[in-house]
């Protein structure tokens, strides 16, 4: 059974965010908040829970593509190639915010992201995320929570997400509403920015 934690964006409990960490040490998986939707969360460097993650969207690790969130811009060199001057600066001037970037990855993917060429980078605008991943001391994967209904695509109530998810993650941080509009996707791979999806960031 999930367990709801209430942790507030100006100001986060430090035992909750304490529990958060030692969940995602420990390979469990989290619903968390961030400046778009709600999203489905595991620590990068456990391939169980990385595995987990991929069951839970009907897919297998080798399909799956789950984005990369850090908490600043220190990360890119750890997973991805050299990037170009003007690259660098479109990521400075929209990081931190509703984007995730498609950059090619370098040869220090974690173990399950192995064989993968490009990597989703997102750098969330929001505060409980940031600090998860200065708390673990490394970026989490993620995906969003989409819902099954057709008139709404995601679901901004995290009772209910709480609800949907009860005995499949260990933590659902309740955050209040989330947003109903995913982040827009950038492809970085070949020097000029390519929407691959429309989403909440206007670049």
Not at 140 to 151: M, R, W, Y
Request: with cysteine; proline share 6%.
């Amino acid at each position: 059974m999930a367990k709801i934690l209430k942790i507030y964006p100006d100001n986060p409990q430090e035992n909750y965010m304490n529990e958060v960490i030692k969940t995602l040490q420990d390979g469990g998986l989290i619903i968390y908040p961030s400046d778009t939707v709600y999203a489905l969360g595991c620590d990068i460097y456990n391939v169980k829970a990385m595995e987990k993650l991929a069951r839970l969207k009907n897919t297998t690790l080798d399909k799956a593509q789950f984005s990369i969130i850090c908490n600043n811009l220190s990360h890119l060199s750890e997973f991805t190639r050299p990037i170009e001057t003007s690259t660098f600066r479109l990521l400075k001037s929209k990081i931190p915010g509703p984007f995730t970037f498609i950059l090619e990855a370098n040869k220090n993917l974690p173990l399950a992201y192995k064989g993968k060429k490009t990597v989703g980078i997102r750098v969330p605008d929001h505060p409980i995320p940031q600090l998860i991943v200065e708390k673990l001391g490394h970026p989490i994967a993620s995906t969003s929570i989409k819902d099954d209904d057709e008139v709404i695509e995601y679901s901004t109530d995290p009772e209910l997400i709480a609800e949907k998810y009860d005995h499949l993650v260990d933590i659902v941080i309740d955050s209040g509403y989330g947003d109903n509009v995913a982040s827009t996707i950038v492809d970085l791979t070949s020097g000029e920015p390519e929407i691959l999806r429309e989403g909440k960031g206007i670049l």
